[in-house]
């Protein structure tokens, strides 16, 4: 079955910093998305991407999925404690129309 | 209006007890999903419906029945509660199933067994 791993599982950083999370299946991926979960709320939808080497931003925030489609990597510039919460990568589970997530990665940004 | 609603919010319980979440969507989405967050944060797909037909069903126990009267509403009850029940419950919707849709999700339910 397919799975999806995230890495860090957890991150503090100081507002103002860069940071990086990444994505990785365990098969070629259909499409994939980035949600953002606030501490006991549910789940939003941040970015989709399908194609190999798709890029796409949002404000401060940049996914990208590299050309084999099976790694995919969320950045955020100058974060802000705004920014702090539970990131989760989701992806059709090859092509089952399972819906599966990864292990998360949960952010928080000091002020 | 909120787009994917579900009830109630907090749920606390003995074991033994059967209870029941509610979830509805406004959005006229065909596919509603119920998903399981543990304490550790891993979200875990239940089972989905596609215009009020079963489509995925995981290996939950038979004591989870999830019951769809209409393809805006998933409802999901369970008998004889246990400790290991406890955790976040989440409903979610997509336009369809067919897997490149972004969902839609409730705020949750914390289900608390004691």
């Known amino acids: 079955s397919q799975e999806l791993e995230q890495s860090p599982q957890s991150l503090i950083v100081q507002e103002g910093k860069n940071l990086t999370i990444n994505c990785t299946s365990s098969?070629?991926?259909?499409?994939l998305y980035w949600y953002k979960q606030k501490y006991g709320e549910g789940l939003i939808f941040l970015m989709m991407?399908?194609?190999?080497?798709e890029e796409k931003s949002h404000e401060k925030i940049t996914a990208k999925l590299d050309e084999k489609k099976q790694q995919s990597s969320l950045h955020i510039t100058a974060s802000q404690p705004s920014h702090a919460g539970i990131y989760l990568c989701?992806?059709?589970?090859?092509?089952?129309?399972?819906?599966?997530f990864g292990t998360g990665t949960r952010l928080k940004v000091l002020a | 209006d909120t787009a994917v609603s579900q009830t109630p919010k907090y749920l606390v319980t003995q074991m033994g007890n059967d209870k029941s979440i509610k979830c509805e969507q406004n959005?006229?989405?065909?596919?509603m999903y119920w998903y399981k967050q543990d304490s550790k944060k891993f979200l875990k797909i239940m089972f989905s419906?596609?215009?009020?037909?079963?489509?995925i069903n995981e290996t939950v126990p038979n004591r989870f029945s999830p019951k769809s009267p209409d393809k805006a509403h998933l409802n999901l009850h369970i008998n004889s509660l246990e400790l290991g029940d406890s955790a976040v419950y989440f409903c979610?919707?997509?336009?369809?199933?067919?897997?490149?849709?972004?969902?839609?999700f409730g705020s949750g339910t914390q289900l608390s067994v004691l």
């Open positions: 979610a919707s997509s336009r369809s199933a067919s897997g490149n849709e972004k969902l839609f």
């Open positions: 098969k070629t991926l259909y499409g």
């Open positions: 991407l399908q194609k190999g080497g």
């Open positions: 989701g992806a059709d589970a090859s092509g089952t129309y399972k819906y599966i």
């Open positions: 959005l006229g989405h065909d596919t």
């Open positions: 419906y596609n215009n009020k037909e079963l489509i």
